[in-house]
């Protein structure tokens, strides 16, 4: 959707100038350049396209169809969404902006806390559910399409780590700027440099190769979606040099050593995707194993959507990945959850 709130603290990515809704379209009041509006969400992208962009706008890294609805959060989402809601405590009132929304899900499953709720992203694979219930911008994060100070909080996941140095500091300058002072960002990425626990996820890792090599499990699309990563940030000690000097302070900090979380996401709910697809691809009697998985993934997501008993399980073993945050969370590791606080407040 695209609510008068929205355009109220909408901007032009390219002049800065206010927007407006015109009789046929949305347009800035100081330039004249009209905006797309007709797909449910604003494409706000800078004329001029930046050289470094990222591979999520290609059509294969959404194949699978992981997009195109939202499941209540379960596994490494969940971790990762009650970890923004215990760092960010969201309530009626606040104005809030998901920087890399991806397809909108943490707008939606946030909802219910009654905070004001956008989301930009520079891909335009938006869930059909946040584009019917949710304010979303198409942007870059880089020159963000919003005014000055126009947020009282903000989150960014999954996201940092797919920046240049560059990028990286280019976005969180923005950041800063649509935050009103004293404002917070919550942020879920990762540092290169690991911890005492790393040996242990990658032991996992080398694990799910094994399985791999077996047939049990299939990992082409996860190396193509951290094919993306560039990785910015050496050590904890650059990362708060580097968000010092975008105007940020590192208020709150956890640690996340995901051992339960890569042997049940990595191994144990990838056996049960290939399984899936394979009964798929049998049923359909089709060989187009792109097609199998989209199928698998529709299939699943709706029958978590029914909570039924495939949610429960999934419930369980969410609880189990958590104790990876409440056993590891003060060990240092590459993976962290922070709360960072712009400096005025």
């Keep these: 959707m695209i609510s008068d709130a929205l355009i109220a603290v909408a901007q032009c990515p390219d002049c800065r100038g206010a927007i407006a809704r015109g009789p046929n379209n949305v347009m800035c009041t100081q330039c004249g350049r009209a905006f797309t509006a007709g797909h449910g969400y604003l494409d706000l992208r800078p004329l001029a396209e930046f050289k470094e962009q990222t591979k999520y706008l290609d059509e294969a890294l959404h194949t699978d169809a992981r997009h195109e609805s939202i499941a209540p959060p379960l596994l490494g989402s969940k971790i990762r969404n009650d970890r923004l809601r215990a760092f960010l405590d969201l309530k009626p009132g606040d104005r809030v902006i998901d920087l890399g929304c991806g397809n909108g899900r943490a707008i939606a499953w946030n909802a219910d806390t009654g905070a004001s709720l956008a989301g930009v992203d520079v891909s335009p694979f938006f869930a059909r559910e946040a584009v019917e219930s949710s304010d979303l911008l198409l942007g870059d994060l880089r020159r963000l399409p919003i005014r000055d100070r126009a947020f009282t909080k903000?989150?960014?996941?999954?996201?940092?780590?797919?920046?240049?140095?560059?990028a990286l500091r280019e976005m969180l300058a923005e950041?800063?700027?649509?935050?009103?002072?004293?404002?917070?960002?919550?942020?879920?990425?990762?540092?290169?440099?690991?911890?005492?626990?790393?040996?242990?996820?990658?032991?996992?890792?080398?694990?799910?190769?094994?399985?791999?090599?077996?047939g049990l499990i299939d990992l082409r699309q996860e190396r193509l979606r951290k094919s993306d990563h560039l990785n910015p940030i050496a050590d904890h000690d650059e990362l708060a040099r580097v968000v010092g000097d975008a105007g940020f302070t590192i208020e709150r900090l956890t640690y996340y050593t995901p051992i339960a979380g890569a042997m049940i996401e990595n191994v144990l709910i990838r056996m049960g995707e290939r399984a899936l697809a394979r009964r798929a691809r049998k049923t359909a009697g089709d060989s187009d194993d792109a097609a199998a998985v989209?199928?698998?993934?529709?299939?699943?997501?709706?029958r978590i959507r029914k909570r039924g008993a495939t949610y429960q399980a999934l419930r369980a073993l969410s609880a189990v990945m958590a104790l990876d945050v409440h056993l590891f969370g003060r060990v240092k590791s590459g993976p962290f959850f922070a709360l960072l606080r712009k400096r005025g407040g």
Excluded: M
């Design 175 to 214: 950041a800063n700027r649509v935050l009103v002072p004293g404002g917070t960002l919550f942020v879920y990425t990762h540092v290169r440099k690991n911890g005492p626990l790393g040996p242990a996820v990658r032991g996992i890792n080398r694990f799910a190769k094994f399985c791999e090599r077996l």
């Design 154 to 166: 903000a989150w960014s996941l999954d996201v940092l780590e797919h920046l240049s140095p560059a």
């Design 294 to 302: 989209r199928a698998a993934r529709t299939g699943a997501q709706a």
